[in-house]
């Protein structure tokens, strides 16, 4: 979608468009009900995890706001809009799906640090 010109955007870009808005409201619902989900209903007891879910999660829901307002705004889009606001906010959205992809991977990690261990030596 970013290589595409979006300051005259065509029926591709459009269509292209479409279907980045269906992927990212499922990579946002994933997360949310599935990842973080365990954690708002007290699932989960490691504490390392608990609490490394506490200090990421305040960051990782602003980076969903974000994601949240870009759907609501391009959604059904006008074609004015498109062209003049487009590339930037979909900056801006990649600037802030990056820093929630580095902030999923402190909690996976957390979350594969606090595995028991498997080692037979152990």
């Known amino acids: 979608l970013a290589k595409q010109d979006l300051g005259a955007?065509?029926?591709?870009?459009?269509?292209?468009?479409?279907?980045?808005?269906?992927?990212?409201?499922?990579?946002?619902?994933?997360?949310?009900f599935g990842l973080y989900?365990?954690?708002?209903?007290?699932?989960?007891r490691r504490s390392q995890i608990v609490d490394t879910a506490r200090d990421v999660y305040p960051r990782i829901a602003t980076t969903t706001a974000v994601a949240v307002d870009f759907l609501e705004r391009y959604?059904?889009?006008?074609?004015?809009?498109?062209?003049?606001?487009?590339a930037h906010d979909l900056s801006r959205l990649g600037e802030h799906l990056t820093t929630r992809i580095e902030l999923?991977?402190?909690?996976?990690?957390?979350?594969?640090?606090?595995?028991?261990?498997t080692d037979n030596a152990a």
């Open 9 to 32: 955007p065509d029926d591709a870009a459009q269509e292209m468009l479409d279907e980045f808005l269906t992927l990212l409201v499922d990579y946002i619902a994933t997360g949310h």
């Open 37 to 44: 989900g365990r954690f708002s209903a007290g699932v989960e």
């Open 104 to 117: 999923e991977d402190q909690l996976i990690t957390s979350m594969l640090d606090g595995e028991p261990s």
């Open 75 to 86: 959604e059904g889009a006008n074609e004015l809009t498109l062209r003049q606001q487009l």
